[in-house]
């Protein structure tokens, strides 16, 4: 189930979960591509490599941290102008405004990238 077509994600690359069915398409942005292997990073007190629909991918698969477009659009105000610093802008804008956007952990090769038609 493995694949190398996302092997070098930066901040703000787009991407969709390629186990979603179809109906529930939902655009992501990268915010942190690196954070650690599935194994060793935590998903709401389970390892994401346990977490329930990534049982079958590699447990040392990098997790990349995403947000969904649809919050950003709704609570960021221009965050496609700070694309390429995404991650920053996002503490920035939760420091001034006190608005978190939440981030989700998933295995590197549960992801797509995708043509980005934001930009």
Not at 31 to 45: C, F, R, Y
């Amino acid at each position: 189930m493995t694949e190398n077509n996302t092997n070098q994600l930066s901040v703000g690359d787009r991407l969709v979960d390629k186990d979603a069915d179809p109906e529930d398409f939902s655009a992501m942005r990268v915010i942190n591509p690196n954070v650690g292997e599935a194994k060793n990073v935590d998903a709401g007190g389970t390892p994401v490599s346990e977490y329930p629909g990534n049982e079958d991918y590699p447990e040392t698969d990098q997790v990349v941290n995403v947000a969904f477009e649809e919050s950003l659009d709704s609570l960021v105000n221009n965050w496609e102008d700070h694309i390429n610093r995404l991650d920053e802008h996002l503490e920035e804008f939760a420091d001034q405004w006190h608005v978190k956007v939440k981030r989700y952990p998933y295995p590197r090769s549960r992801l797509k990238k995708i043509p980005d038609t934001k930009k």
